[in-house]
């Protein structure tokens, strides 16, 4: 109980911090379960909204670039050392579940073979549906639309979008000598 008090206080006082320092760009409802543990970064002209009773476990980081938006919905769990990073946008629907480790890349390094890899980035937005489950270790990549009610099962890459509905997993084969 004491504890629970503990995190709604640290998370009211992040909640004024954020909007003191952020204004308007930092939306993010101020009852919430977000751990003190958690890394709520925004950069340049970044935005980031929060719906009511959303939770992020311990180590969940949140990086917000340029003009990118992050959205997550209400009553969405984040587990621990998730990760979002975002140079475009990332918008997370309603009632959604995300194993420890997954992690939110709307964004990677331009490459060539005569200047090799770059600081330079390319991006495009993300949009996870409601009710998605994505189990530990899935890694979301840029462009990508994940259509509602969608299962994606432990260590998928997601590269392509996923009609509403899907069950993904990797097909692996155990072998033991």
Sequence with gaps: MIHSILVILYNLMRFVLGKLRHGS???????????????????????????RNTELAHGCDIEVFDQATVSIGEATYMNRYCMISAHSGVKIGHNCMFGSG????????????????????SSAPIVIGDRCWLASDV??????TIGDNCVVGAGCIIYKDLPAGSVVYNKQELIVR
């Design 102 to 121: 997954v992690k939110v890349f709307d964004n990677n390094h331009l490459h060539s073979p005569e200047a090799g890899v770059s600081t330079e980035l």
């Design 139 to 144: 890694v979301v990549l840029k462009g990508v």
């Design 25 to 51: 760009r930092y939306a993010v409802h101020p009852l919430q379960r977000i751990s003190p543990f958690a890394v709520l970064k925004l950069f340049q002209h970044g935005r980031m909204e929060i719906g």
